[in-house]
């Protein structure tokens, strides 16, 4: 009787966790034509290396409004950016991460350009926010076209139509282990390259597929299969 009440006690914390993690709300996402990004993920904080002369002049918006620091790069959306990125000088952007990005399997995160010209864009990464890794190109040849267009101000001129496209990128290319996460990227381009964010693919919660896991082991355990009565 006292093991019997001891699996079964076992048994409900189990299925109370199982419970919880279902119930937990979804985490919200964007869409970009076949690509979907983690909201949470769009990043934070905006460092300009030329302290915003440069975005100050060649900011992207849907509407007519300079969207300012750090929305020029951050948010869950694709309304803002900044164009012509090394047209005039070569300013670097650091965007900052409250919650990382984890390098798990195939592509971690993308950075998505609109395209009123085709331009290669460099990018490096961080783990700590301080050390980053060195620039890697990011090739606009292998960006994939999301089908989306829109259209854009351009430092209160236009508006102008961009179709906006997507460069996959895993952070295993950086050096980072499975697992490994990054809380910040620097990102620039040359010859003129028009950024609109770089953000993080939504992936699966691990927490539910684990929980759920355990089941099989617990049917195998007889704890999930019907008790017959005792006949006397």
Known sequence: MRKELHLARALSLVLAGVALCLARPAQAQSTLGSFTFNDAQFGDTLGQSDGGTFASQNWLNVVNADPGSPAYLTGANFNTGIANIGYDGQPTYEIGYSTPIVNGAGADLGLVAARFSTDDFQLSVSTDGLSFTPFQTIDRLAAVATGVTKSYVYNHGGPYSADLFVNSIDLS?????????????????????????????????????????????????????PRRRRTR
Do not use: N
């Open 173 to 225: 290319g950086f050096g980072l282990s499975e697992g490994q996460s990054i809380v910040a990227v620097k990102v620039t381009s040359s010859p003129q390259g028009d950024l609109i964010r770089v953000a993080g693919f939504m992936r699966p919660v691990p927490e539910t597929t684990t929980l759920l896991g355990f089941l099989p082991g617990l049917a195998a355990l007889g704890l999930l299969a």
